[in-house]
């Protein structure tokens, strides 16, 4: 991980993007649904046989992905056709969401679509005057697809495996945000009752998906 990451990570870990997923604006009427370090001894090295046999051909080997930065999200189940564009970290700590209700965000300095670990791309739930581009976030079910372009129309398909409902401060920054042995998208909204004190939603819905083809 890069030191540009890290410094995301570290952020994250203060504020998970808590209250960015809701319009600044919207109607407070609506609703929605250590370790500890190890030191390592070296360990003496095992005899070494003169012939040496060839190791095993390795099979269903994923070819190399080459990671893409999308300008649109598509959700077929949801009828989703969305722009995407980069957001950063605020100086609180939170990760940013477009201006736009209708746009959704992919966080940057972050891993890009394609590349071992998780990347991430929020959206609002709803606006002043109703349901946002995230709004049916929660419908979604294991292996429905979330594709996503290029400028140049090269696309990566990901597939659905969990959802999750969590409280922010609870939420584990590492398996959101962090790194993953295989290429991962999750999309973040809110969800939960809205705080009109804290002019926000009380939870986060969270949609896992990993990469299936490209």
Known sequence: MNIHRKIVYILLGFALFAGSCSH?????????DGMQQQEIQPKALPNIPE????????KNVRKPVTPLKPVKIIIPSLHVKAIVETVGVLDNGQMAVPQDTEKTGLLHPGFLPGELGNAVIDGHVDNLYGPAVFFHLKKLKPNDQVIL???????????????????PHKASIEKIFGPSPEPRLNLITCTGKYNRKKHEHEERLIVYTKLVDH
């Open 24 to 32: 600044q604006q919207r109607s407070p009427e609506s609703n929605t």
């Open 51 to 58: 012939q040496v046999q060839s190791p095993p051909k390795i």
């Open 149 to 167: 372009k290029d400028v140049k129309g090269r696309q990566l398909i990901f597939v659905v495996e969990a959802t999750e409902i969590v409280e």
